[in-house]
Structures are given as C-alpha cells and as structure tokens.
C-alpha cells in the first residue's frame, strides 16, 4: 500500500491518504471534513507515523506565510543535496528542531527533507476556509489541474 499526501479542504491539516482503488475514504483526523489529494511523494505505510507528527508540528508553528517564504528562499538556493535539506530547513524554522531531530533517529534525512517540502507546500497555499479545489481523491491530479484549481 502507498499513501500519497492530502490535505484537509476545510483546515488545512496535511494527512497521508491511501492510494489505490477501493481505499476506504479517509476524514480530516482535526476536523472530519473531505481530505483531498496535494501533490507530492509516496509514502510507504512505516512513514506515515513520522509524516503526521511532522504535519502536526508544522500545522501548530508555521505560518502559511512563513512557510512561503522558506519555500521560496529554498528554490532561490536551486539544489540543495537531499542528505542536508533537513539541516538547512531546520535553520530557517527553528521550531521543528527538536522533531525532525527525533525523526532523523528512525528515518533516513532525505525522506524527512522531501515530507518537509511538500508539508510547507500545502501549508503556504492555505489561504481561506473556502479557497480550496476539491478533487475526487479517485485520481492523482496533475500539476496543471492543480494550479489552475488555485488560481480560480
Ligand atoms: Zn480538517
């Protein structure tokens, strides 16, 4: 089984959903409301643990606008290596030191560093409770249908 990230329509909270027919439809674990599918990487079922504590914490202490402007300080920076993405994230939001230090103990640093991109990608485009594309979650969107939804 894999599991690709969503992102709660009414809050915003990122979840891993699973992929694949016949997957039971999964509620928003915050607020219960439809989790549509974000754009980003697989997940095996032993990451899901560390993606939702990382979601968490992002959730409680990232602001939608910080989180774009780290995300846009890191494509200024073009390639960053995998291994030291953590690191560098981790200097610029100080508060997710402490878990992705806990996270680093049981998962490799690139897999931490490719939930971080994707988590402050959803964070930075939460913009109002009604502002969101809803998606069927039957089908993995393409990025064109995606931008497109958040530009109506
Ligand atoms: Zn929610």
């Known amino acids: 089984m894999e599991y690709l990230p969503g992102r709660c329509d009414a809050c915003g909270f990122v979840v891993l959903i699973a992929h694949g027919a016949g997957s039971p439809h999964r509620g928003c674990p915050k607020c219960d409301a439809d989790v549509s599918v974000f754009p980003g990487a697989k997940h095996r ?9 990382l979601s968490q914490r992002v959730h409680d202490s990232v602001a939608p606008g910080e989180a774009a402007r780290v995300l846009s300080e890191f494509e200024e920076l073009g390639d960053v290596e995998p291994t030291s993405m953590p690191t560098w994230l981790v200097s610029r939001l100080p508060a997710l030191s402490q878990t992705i230090a806990a996270l ?14 994707t988590l402050l990608r959803a964070r930075s485009s939460v913009r109002t409770r009604s502002g969101f594309l809803s998606l069927s979650g039957d089908s993995y969107p393409d990025a064109s249908e995606v931008s497109k939804g958040r530009l109506a």
Do not use: K, N, V, W
Not at 104 to 117: E, V, Y
């Open 104 to 117: 680093a103990l049981r998962l490799p640093t690139q897999s931490i560093g490719t939930m971080l991109i």
């Open 45 to 53: 079922e032993d990451e899901r643990g560390a993606f939702e504590t």
